[in-house]
């Protein structure tokens, strides 16, 4: 019996990462360009931090999360998100003194969630953090630049941002009271899954997916009609930057978000092109969770990306082939190999990229090799170049050749001249 990856993980082959470097790569440009640094924070972590900082009764925590004790007895977990680690990271290493403080990660998260199409049990994320800046402008140039990011790579058709306001501890408790009256009253209608979940976090159930569920919801009390002057004003102020600097958005009065930390600012960028899982960012502010966790009250905001939903996206738009190699190197007979092993070397050394056929065989399968390798040129070392202490270069795009000298392949050939 041959063994498989694990249900909801899988391998990102070759082919794919074509699509997977150009995500990095321009997300590391733009958010570098932006004032963000690069974070990397541990694979695990202790169970509390998620527990504290996504919420207990969030279902992540609850349900999803890769939960194990170590060979010591600590509960620990994979993480489920970046949010928590980073926060974590922010108070041990006392950041509040390099303020603001701006950082972006990427990196495999891990939800033990029933996996289909854009959702995986493992799935990587590239997000942003940004801590010290308590007003609307962080959150309207935030989203502005998840905008630029998906324009830049040119998945920004059939994209929705919708943003909404979840309001602050102040304003957020008498709506949750009124919002569970409300629901309480219609409790017989819900679904079980929000029937459980009634005491506990009756917020959740603006979210939910369920036909009726989605029916009383719409009738229910908003939060953003409930928010205190502080963050009415920071919401309204926000929609007036975002409509100042022209990009389109929906208010969403049902977005809740599954996790507990946020306050005011919720936002999510969904596209109508990958069916049930449709948001590819998601995020938000959460002004409280540094105290909560032990730190000083600093505001914050950042969001997430799935990049398995992006790659899906960016697929169908790119055809492009992975890891073509410049030069490829083809040596025939015994006396060439030997030679061709010390000049591939050498040549490297010099700067040029090439990559040397590992088989061997005939010319002719050789070169077939080159082919499907998507060389550019093949070097050919045979007995007689290696008599004439030369390499016949053969162009594979239009078949031109020429034979040059040992000593001038760098000088010809070198990335680096
Ligand atoms: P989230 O909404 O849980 O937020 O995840 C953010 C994004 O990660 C989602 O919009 C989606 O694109 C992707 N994602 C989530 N779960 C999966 C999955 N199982 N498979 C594939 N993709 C997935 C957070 O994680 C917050 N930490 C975002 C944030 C950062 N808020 C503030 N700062």
């Known amino acids: ?5 694990v249900r909801g993980v899988r391998d990102i082959l070759p082919e794919e990462m074509v699509v997977w470097h150009a995500l990095e790569q321009s997300a590391r440009q733009i958010f570098t360009a932006y004032g963000y640094r690069e974070i990397r924070t541990p694979l695990f972590e202790k169970t509390e931090l998620f527990a504290r900082a996504v919420g207990a009764t969030s279902d992540i925590v609850e349900k999803e999360m890769y939960t194990f004790s170590d060979r010591g007895g600590d509960s620990l977990s994979l993480r489920p998100e ?11 290493n006392n950041l509040h003194r390099s303020l603001p403080w701006a950082v972006y990660y990427m990196g495999p998260m891990f939800r033990y969630e029933r996996p289909q199409k854009g959702r995986y049990r493992q799935f990587h994320q590239m997000g942003c953090e940004l801590f010290g800046a308590e007003g609307p402008l962080a959150d309207a140039e935030m989203m502005a630049m998840i905008l630029r990011l998906l324009r830049t790579l040119q998945i920004d058709d059939s994209l929705t941002l919708e943003i909404n306001s979840l309001g602050c501890g102040t304003c957020r408790a008498p709506y949750r009271e009124g919002l569970f009256a409300f629901l309480q009253a219609r409790q017989e209608q819900l679904c079980d899954n929000c029937r459980q979940r009634l005491q506990r976090n009756p917020l959740r159930i603006l979210d939910c997916k369920n036909e009726g569920c989605r029916a009383i919801a719409r009738q229910a009390p908003a939060m953003k009609d409930a928010l205190c002057v502080g ?8 929609q007036a930057l975002l409509d100042g600097m022209g990009l389109p958005y929906t208010v969403n009065p049902l977005m809740v978000r599954g996790l507990d930390y946020y306050t005011r600012t919720a936002f999510e960028v969904t596209t109508t092109a990958l069916g049930a899982q449709n948001a590819v960012a998601a995020g938000g502010r959460y002004d409280g969770l540094v105290a909560e966790m032990g730190g000083q009250a600093v505001p914050a905001i950042g969001f997430a990306m799935g990049m398995e939903r992006l790659a899906l996206l960016l697929e169908g738009k790119r055809a492009g082939k992975s890891g073509q190699v410049g030069n490829y190197l083809v040596a025939v007979g015994d006396a060439a190999t030997r030679q061709a092993l010390l000049l591939a070397e050498e040549w490297r050394a010099a700067g040029v990229p090439l990559q040397m056929d590992w088989l061997g065989g005939s010319l002719k ?4 090799r080159a082919d499907r390798a998507a060389a550019s040129q093949v070097l050919i070392l045979a007995e007689r170049e290696l008599a ?3 390499v016949l270069v053969k162009d594979m795009r239009d078949g031109g050749q020429r034979l040059l000298p040992w000593e001038e392949v760098a000088a010809v050939l070198g990335a680096l001249r």
């Open 1 to 5: 019996m041959t063994i498989t990856t």
């Open 82 to 92: 970046g949010t928590a680690s980073v926060v974590r990271s922010f108070i041990e």
């Open 231 to 238: 963050c009415a004003d920071h919401f309204s102020g926000l």
């Open 365 to 368: 399968a050789q070169l077939r």
């Open 388 to 390: 004439e202490r030369a």
